[in-house]
């Protein structure tokens, strides 16, 4: 398809079709497990479509029919964290899960193969997943010595229910495409041909919504899940749109005019 390159990285692809924006983890031969670098180049791809007021939906994606997605390179784990050449040890996949919920565009997970460990989680803090048939889900955490108990745990549990997360956390199973679409883990199953086209489909369709509306449905539900911090974002997304409003730029312009401001001519909605 006519995707163009939007920057060139050492590690992911970062494309663009017209509104849609592609971020593809691009170690295929490492199952596409993610080093900090990885993870660095990530956040400034999302950084980037987060600023970009012309792309209104943002695809995650790993390159190859194998994987979506391995988790922490195990080959670069250090002592508190993987360390990349700045010989930080870094948990960064963190900052990305966060920057990929507080993003106020949709965030598509298209998975093909393998989403594993750290990168599960990553498909998990996705808006929406579409996966192909020959996808695998599954948490190795207790088996490699890691665990996420952050999105990965509780948020897990607030989508799939207590008692599965604890059962996919516990024994470590990998999960079929179909067995993680009945517990409601991901959105649809598509043969792998099918899985681009379908994604695109998907984006095309929200694209022709109110991008306000999206913005604050998102916010909504990151309100209740994610407490004061939640509500911070929406609470946000008010204040952005106050500052849009005749009221909002009365108490502004009293200010700088060195006056009392007249608050008195807007309307008491009930
Ligand atoms: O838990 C966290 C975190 C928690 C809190 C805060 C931050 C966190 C950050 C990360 C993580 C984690 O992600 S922990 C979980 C780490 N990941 C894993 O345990 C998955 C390891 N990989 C596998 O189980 C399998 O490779 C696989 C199911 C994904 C695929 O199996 P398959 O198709 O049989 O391929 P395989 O031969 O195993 O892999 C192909 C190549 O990719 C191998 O290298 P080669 O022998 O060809 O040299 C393999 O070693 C490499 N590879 C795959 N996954 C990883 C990897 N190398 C390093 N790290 C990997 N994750």
């Given at each position: 398809s006519k995707w163009e390159t939007i920057k060139e990285y050492k590690e992911i692809l970062f494309e663009r079709m017209d509104k849609i924006a592609k971020i593809t983890i691009n170690r295929p031969e490492k199952r596409n497990a993610f080093t900090p670098v990885t993870v660095q180049e990530m956040i400034e791809a999302f950084n980037y479509c987060r600023d970009?007021?012309?792309?209104g939906a943002i695809i995650l994606t790993g390159q190859?029919?194998?994987?979506?997605c391995s988790g922490g390179d195990q080959s670069v784990r250090g002592n508190g964290g993987y360390v990349g050449p700045d010989h930080i040890a870094r948990l960064n996949v963190l900052d990305l899960q966060h920057l990929i919920r507080i993003i106020p565009k949709p965030v598509i997970a298209m998975v093909r193969g393998w989403s594993v460990g750290g990168g599960n989680i990553l498909q998990l803090v996705c808006d929406l997943t579409i996966a192909a048939d020959n996808a695998k889900f599954m948490q190795t955490g207790p088996k490699v010595g890691?665990?996420?108990?952050g999105y990965g745990s509780a948020y897990l549990a607030r989508v799939i229910g207590h008692k599965r997360a604890k059962e996919v956390w516990f024994l470590c199973k990998d999960y079929s495409a179909d067995e993680a679409f009945q517990m409601g883990w991901i959105n649809k199953v598509v043969p792998l041909d099918d899985i681009e086209t379908e994604t695109i489909e998907w984006c095309n369709e929200i694209l022709q919504k109110s991008p306000t509306a999206i913005r604050f449905i998102k916010a909504a539900m990151n309100a209740d899940t994610d407490g004061i911090a939640g509500l911070q974002q929406m609470a946000g997304d008010s204040t952005m749109l106050f500052y849009t409003t005749d009221e909002g730029k009365e108490g502004r312009d009293a200010f700088l005019e060195k006056r009392d401001p007249d608050?008195?001519?807007f309307p008491k909605f009930p």
């Open positions: 970009d007021a012309s792309i190859g029919d194998l994987a979506f890691s665990f996420d108990a608050f008195d001519k």
